[in-house]
């Protein structure tokens, strides 16, 4: 089934897989000297900020259900926060171990399996793309954002996209979420849509029928202009979807199985698919969208799209995950490339890839990320890394106060309620009322 994307009568095309501003509080946490007792017993009343916002929601049926995890360091087990049910009306009752559509918080999970390679020698962070892909050797840029594709309009690139670029959203790369006009609609024609929201027809919102492969993603994406000249401005992008591909041909194997090989399995993730299968529908989340005020359902789970096999496995965009699974790559990343006693990825791939790898051409004025650094598919801000998801998810780690924490919830699209954004602050509120109590 097509992607979908919401119009802007209702629902924001441009936060539909952004994942934006929620990070911005995390690093703060940092100077706060908290301890383990914070999550032991009855963690609601640990949390009083959050628990309370949380509730909120719930009681008046603005969401289904949402689930705050948190951890400390290598504490094998998150606690959780919040609650509710699978659906509005519904019995079943969501916790750690419920599905969500995390979206683009797959793509930091790509991003250090890329970070994984580029640590084994198998490609660099600045090799040139070409000399995995040779399609984007010659790619021409548009002189005019979002302008015509027309011969007038287009100029050589300057220089080439590189690893590094894909990883950063700083490739020139765009994405059908984000560009508008001529540009937007030869995505739409290509089917260069890595991403899906429901089976359903939704008025408004036109059937895309996309690439049949990453191969094919791959190649005609190399077709169409980049909206800026490589290595200079940060516009969210379909890289790290473009990034499955090189990691399949660099390992020549399918995408999904060096995921699975390289962190998946390793991390002990062992509720996180492309695919969710039947045996698992009755811990799906369903998926509501929220148009004027109103919530309505989008994705059922007895009927989600994501029980389906996707296109191709979307890098950027196309994991269903539990809030526990998720803490374990959290806490694989704290442990810097260690869980339980397992080596998942090399200590190198991890402090590189969630630190600040932006090249230093890049201009990020006016970005979601000005101000800040990014590294391997997240936002960097000091010791903390993490990014959200279309669907009102959120993660981070924060390296210098060992926490980790996930937020998730299913709603579309996420900057119809502020809790996804304001979720880092209740968490260090609460952490400086009970440091200060």
């Known amino acids: 089934m097509a992607y979908r994307e919401f119009t802007d009568s209702g629902l924001s095309r441009r936060g539909l897989l952004r994942g934006g501003a929620y990070l911005a509080g995390g690093s703060m946490l940092a100077s706060l000297p908290f301890g383990s007792a914070l999550f032991a017993h009855d963690v609601s009343e640990a949390w009083p900020q959050l628990s309370a916002e949380i509730e909120k929601y719930l009681s008046e049926k603005k969401l289904a259900n949402a689930i705050a995890a948190l951890g400390w360091k290598q504490d094998p087990h998150a606690h959780s926060v919040g609650g509710g049910t699978l659906a509005l009306g519904g019995s079943t009752k969501a916790d750690l171990n419920s599905l969500y559509r995390i979206y683009s918080m797959t793509k930091p999970i790509t991003g250090m399996v890329a970070m994984q390679l580029i640590s084994e020698g198998k490609m660099a962070l600045d090799q040139p793309l070409s000399d995995i892909l040779p399609a984007f050797a010659q790619m021409q840029v548009q002189k005019e954002y979002d302008g015509a594709i027309s011969e007038d309009n287009l100029e050589p690139a300057k220089s080439p996209i590189t690893i ?59 077709t169409v202009p980049l909206v800026y000249q490589p290595g200079t401005k940060w516009s969210y992008s379909v890289g790290l979807d473009l990034m499955g591909r090189v990691i399949e041909v660099v390992e020549g194997k399918p995408f999904d199985q060096v995921m699975q090989d390289v962190i998946l399995g390793p991390t002990g993730m062992t509720s996180t698919f492309f695919t969710v299968p039947e045996s698992e529908v009755g811990r799906l989340t369903t998926n509501y969208g929220i148009l004027n005020g109103q919530i309505f359902p989008i994705d059922p789970a007895a009927t989600s799209i994501y029980l389906d096999k996707p296109a191709f496995p979307f890098g950027g965009a196309g994991l269903v995950s539990s809030p526990h699974d998720y803490d374990r790559f959290l806490r694989m990343l704290l442990g810097k490339g260690m869980i339980d006693g397992t080596r998942v990825l090399s200590e190198a791939a991890v402090n590189i890839g969630t630190s600040n790898i932006l090249p230093g051409t890049v201009d990020l004025t006016g970005s979601w990320v000005e101000g800040q650094g990014f590294g391997a598919g997240g936002r960097v801000v000091d010791k903390a890394f993490g990014w959200g998801g279309a ?13 980790r924490a996930g937020f998730f919830a299913q709603y579309m699209p996420s900057e119809a309620y502020p809790i996804q954004g304001e979720f880092p602050d209740l968490v260090r509120k609460d952490l400086a009322a009970a440091t200060n109590g």
């Open 391 to 403: 669907a009102g998810t959120a993660a981070f780690v924060d390296f210098a106060s060992g926490l």
């Open 164 to 222: 590094r670029q894909l990883l950063t959203h700083t490739s020139g790369l765009g994405y059908q979420i984000i560009q508008q006009g001529a540009l937007k609609d030869e995505y739409y024609r290509l089917g260069l849509a890595p991403g899906q929201v429901s089976r359903m027809p939704i008025p408004g919102i036109p059937t895309i029928e996309p690439a049949e492969s990453l191969e094919l993603f791959a190649d005609r994406l190399a």
